[in-house]
């Protein structure tokens, strides 16, 4: 019986295992291979928020400010950009930018923080 039972824990592997050595001498547990920088509690959350401010987005800005924010802070897809290349990529001067974007982030925080 005890060897029956030794053998089926004999695959058994703990998380703090060490698994390998790199060539810096440090070891490399398996905890450290499988262990995610993020909680997934955090990632459900962060993606919620996500999608509720993508929301307000396009429920209370007009299509320029919304291109101007989307732009901006790299939401929807887009790349995050200095004012002077959206206002490039518009054709429009980097303060008048700077003017939509101020006057877009007071309105999101407005009806955010209904």
């Given amino acids: 019986m005890y ?3 030794q053998k089926k824990s004999s ?3 703990s998380l703090s295992d060490y698994i390998e050595t790199g060539t810096d001498g440090a ?3 398996l905890m450290d291979v499988v262990s995610a920088d993020e909680d997934l509690l955090e990632q ?3 993606r919620q928020q996500l999608q509720k401010l993508c929301g307000v987005v396009d429920s209370c800005l007009t299509q320029q400010e919304r291109e101007v924010i989307l732009h ?3 939401l929807a897809g887009h790349k995050a950009k200095r004012q002077r290349e959206v206002a490039k990529q518009i054709g ?3 303060s008048y930018v700077s003017r939509i974007e101020k006057r877009a982030l007071q309105k999101l925080k ?3 923080e209904e």
């Fill in 3 to 5: 060897f029956r039972s």
């Fill in 11 to 13: 695959q058994d592997v």
């Fill in 27 to 29: 070891a490399l547990s």
């Fill in 44 to 46: 459900v959350s962060r």
């Fill in 72 to 74: 901006r802070y790299g």
């Fill in 92 to 94: 429009i001067s980097r």
């Fill in 110 to 112: 407005a009806a955010l």
